[in-house]
């Protein structure tokens, strides 16, 4: 009986010219623990890095289909060059919306999280095989993969078709704000917050949750919901996420005295985090972007818009040895979005910026 029924269904469907969705399984695991330890604190004037208010108006660039820069302006030395400007829009026709985080995993594949500002804490990951990307020259010609899915007279030229076929767009699902997509070095998994906001930066509630994306369908398989408190210390879940190459992971929060660093591991059912003893006085600026790790130099990188802090992970072993000399930071020019960081193996970042989505690479180890 229960056969006839499915064969009838499938019937009807192929009748009606429905569409037949497979929806894979997705399990929650709940921790009862705490997913959070916190030991004393003390206060690290790292003055060295410096506070770069948001501007009152983000700078948008007028030349979207031209090779573009980003260069410091105080601190350390560096300019991040147009590496690859992102599809507009989208596949069939599709608006994408706002980039928000990137995740590389070594030499082949990079993956982008989009969210619609009309589609409240959802979204979609885009992977992109950066081998093919570049075997094409897309790096030469960064139209050619910004008009991945424009036609011309009605259809797509034989450049455009072997572009697409680089790109696999996954499909919508609840990402929160979307800010966290991160790569295990360790266990080569992709991982991220479920920060859902009710409000910009005011989460739903006082779980966190982490997911684990599975890459063949980039869309979830299952999440752990845990709670982070500690000897008076709630935290409501992070909205960054980064891994070094011993799968140690990191983000940091704000609450209102100081940067908050936090690290922990991720197991298959349950996290475990702790906050680091070091309190960093001073951030890089007004809003936390994102974190990254540059896995040959082993620095953690802290991002605000138009400014990067970075110091190294070792100083956070034990009770933390971090000086105010461990840190690093520079200041950027023009004020764009930083979204994010990511590093393909070498040591020269790559950074994803808004209001023009592209990703702009090094020209140095940073």
């Given amino acids: 009986m229960k056969f006839l029924k499915t064969f009838l269904c499938f019937v009807l469907a192929m009748a009606l010219g429905a569409p037949i969705v497979a929806h894979a ?82 030499k082949k594949y990079m993956y982008i999280v989009y969210c619609p500002t009309h589609l409240r804490n959802k979204g979609r990951i885009v992977r992109f095989n950066t081998q093919m990307l570049d075997e094409i020259g897309v790096r030469l010609h960064p ?46 998994g992709l991982y991220m917050w479920r920060d859902k906001e009710k409000a910009p930066r005011v989460p739903v509630s006082n779980w966190g949750y982490i997911q684990h994306i599975k890459t063949k369908t980039l869309r979830p398989d299952h999440s752990i919901r845990f709670s ?17 190459r011993s799968g140690n992971a990191y983000f940091w929060s704000f609450p209102g005295w100081g940067a908050y660093i936090f690290k922990g591991k991720i197991h298959k059912r349950s996290v475990k985090f702790r906050l680091t003893h070091q309190v960093l006085k001073h951030l890089p600026g007004t809003r936390i972007q994102s974190m990254g790790y540059n896995p040959v130099r082993k620095r953690l990188l802290m991002l605000s818009d138009a400014s990067i802090a970075s110091f190294p992970a070792k100083g956070l072993r034990g009770h933390g040895h971090l000086t105010n000399h461990s840190f690093e930071w520079t200041q950027f020019g023009p004020k764009r979005e930083f979204e994010g960081i990511a590093y393909d193996g070498s040591s020269r970042g790559n950074l994803l910026v808004n209001h023009c989505p592209e990703v702009l690479q090094a020209d140095r180890s940073y």
């Fill in 143 to 188: 139209k050619e993969l910004r008009d991945a899915y424009v036609k011309h007279h009605n259809k797509y030229s034989t450049t455009q078709k072997r572009v697409q076929k680089a790109i696999k767009v996954g499909p919508i699902f609840t990402t929160g704000h979307g800010q966290s997509l991160a790569y295990n070095w360790k266990n080569k």
């Fill in 25 to 106: 399984k997705y399990k929650v695991y709940y921790q009862r623990s705490s997913g959070l330890y916190r030991g004393r604190l003390r206060t690290l004037n790292n003055k060295k890095v410096h506070y770069v208010k948001v501007p009152h108006k983000y700078y948008h660039v007028a030349h979207t289909s031209k090779v573009h820069k980003i260069k410091s302006e105080r601190g350390k030395k560096v300019t991040f060059t147009t590496r690859y400007i992102l599809p507009s829009p989208g596949k069939n026709g599709q608006h994408w919306g706002n980039p928000q985080s990137i995740a590389m995993t070594g």
């Fill in 228 to 244: 982070l408190h500690s000897h008076g210390t709630h935290v409501p879940g992070g909205h960054d996420l980064t891994f070094d």
